[in-house]
């Protein structure tokens, strides 16, 4: 009885500390837009200027608002930027009915369809403005998250202490402001702790069903799937396949039909089973280049600002930068555990490829910090390589501290290369 209530004890404070953090980072993510909106200006709106003469000098100034009343403040519509626009728009209106032949603007079907639909589910229901619902149900997805993310973190081997450092270093990431907003990242984010906590746990259905759900949420959900195969393979040895294996074989065939769904109605809709792909290269400029060609193309000919404001390569290169040297620091000074153990390599190539495959997306870095956010294994491998050296430590969440507030200030004022 003592240790079921010593149990329920550390369970509340667990559940207070990650409540704790939430909080506090989202209020300083949203004070952080208020500031930016009132003392910066709008990417997008031309800035007033009041000329100043002075007792001896005469300057340009920025106009700024002395009255508090005056200030602006940030409202769910604030939100609803960029690729905001399109998840909200077809949680209202449905996707774009073109056929994929003829010629057609940039069509929507490049955004998965999970997250809108829960908009638009919730929204029905509610009653409340889509923008409204988005943003809700982003937090509400961050936070679930945060609970299964702490989990595995114990399960991975972590103490509590390190485990917080994990969690507090995935709010502060510098992108992490897509994890507040009318964006999937949130979301993927769960499913993707989710599918890995009950994979771990071997309960192979509903790690199977959460996975299967994450291929509508965004691309990279198929490695999800990826994750539960590769245990279920390290744990059953299903290349050796027996008839009580075959119940695996059905949960397969279940998390493939949300995707299937998506793509079969995509062949309805526009002519082509593949068009959330095609159109990537039609109207988005997107294209499939080979790993990191984007990453030597920034070394060999490095660039603060391209493709008309929506990339800062400088930023992007930097963030990578940050994120790729713990990958490699855990791979060197835990490479004797790894190489005989293979669910830690699994973890690890599971890891990696959430990081990698949008290095291959591109010619340029253009989205890379906001993509390799999700790539949770990395906040534990910082946790862990790094649980001694605490300058070291205290480095990377200044840093990451300082971009997330600049990132955060960028968004509410439309900045594109935040995206």
């Known amino acids: 009885m003592e240790s079921l209530l010593l149990k329920a004890k550390s369970n509340t404070q667990v559940l207070i500390f990650l409540l704790s953090l939430f909080v506090i980072t989202r209020i300083l993510l949203y004070f952080a837009g208020f500031l930016g909106m009132n003392l910066f200006p709008n990417y997008q709106v031309p800035p007033d200027y009041a000329v100043v003469q002075g007792h001896d000098f005469t300057s340009s100034q920025l106009s700024i608002q002395t009255d508090i009343s005056q200030l602006k403040k940030p409202s769910f519509e604030d939100l609803r930027k960029f690729d905001s626009v399109w998840y909200l728009g077809i949680a209202e209106n449905g996707y774009d009915t073109y056929n994929i032949n003829e010629p057609h603007p940039s069509a929507n079907w ?15 229901i509610s009653k409340y403005d889509s923008t409204v619902v988005g943003t809700v149900l982003s937090n509400l997805f961050l936070l679930v998250s945060l609970l299964y993310f ?4 114990l399960k991975r081997g972590l103490k509590q202490e390190h485990a917080q450092v994990a969690v507090l270093l995935l709010l502060v990431f510098p992108t992490a402001i897509f994890y507040a907003v009318p964006y999937t990242e949130s979301l993927f984010l769960m499913l993707s702790l989710i599918t890995v906590y009950y994979a771990m746990q071997k309960r192979y259905f509903l790690a199977f069903l959460f996975g299967g759900l994450s291929a509508v949420t965004r691309n990279l959900g198929f490695v999800n799937l990826f994750f539960v195969v590769g245990t279920l393979l390290i744990e059953h040895r299903l290349y050796r396949f027996k008839w009580k294996d075959a119940k695996y074989l059905g949960y397969a065939v279940i998390s493939a039909l949300p995707l299937a769904g998506y793509l079969l109605y995509m062949k309805w809709l ?31 000919k490095p660039y603060f600002s391209g493709n008309g404001g929506w990339e800062n390569g400088l930023l992007a290169f930097i963030i990578a930068n940050a994120v790729l040297v713990i990958f490699a620091a855990f791979l060197i000074m835990r490479w004797k555990d790894i190489r005989r153990n293979a669910h830690e390599w699994l973890f690890f190539a599971y890891g990696l490829l959430l990081m990698l495959i949008p290095f291959a997306s591109a010619e340029f870095l253009q989205s890379i910090p906001r993509y390799v956010m999700v790539a949770f294994p990395f906040y534990i491998y910082f946790a862990d390589v790094l649980k001694n050296n605490k300058p070291l430590q205290m480095f990377y969440f200044m840093m990451f501290f300082l971009l997330h507030i600049v990132y955060a200030i960028c968004y509410f004022n439309g900045y594109f290369f935040v995206v």
Do not use: M
């Open 150 to 153: 702490y989990g595995i973190c």
């Open 110 to 124: 490049v955004f998965f369809p999970l997250y809108p639909l829960l908009v638009f589910l919730v929204e029905s």
């Open 270 to 300: 526009t002519g082509d089973l593949l068009a959330p792909i095609t159109e990537q290269s039609i109207n988005w400029y997107r294209k499939t280049v080979a790993p990191f060609s984007n990453y030597i193309h920034f070394i060999q």
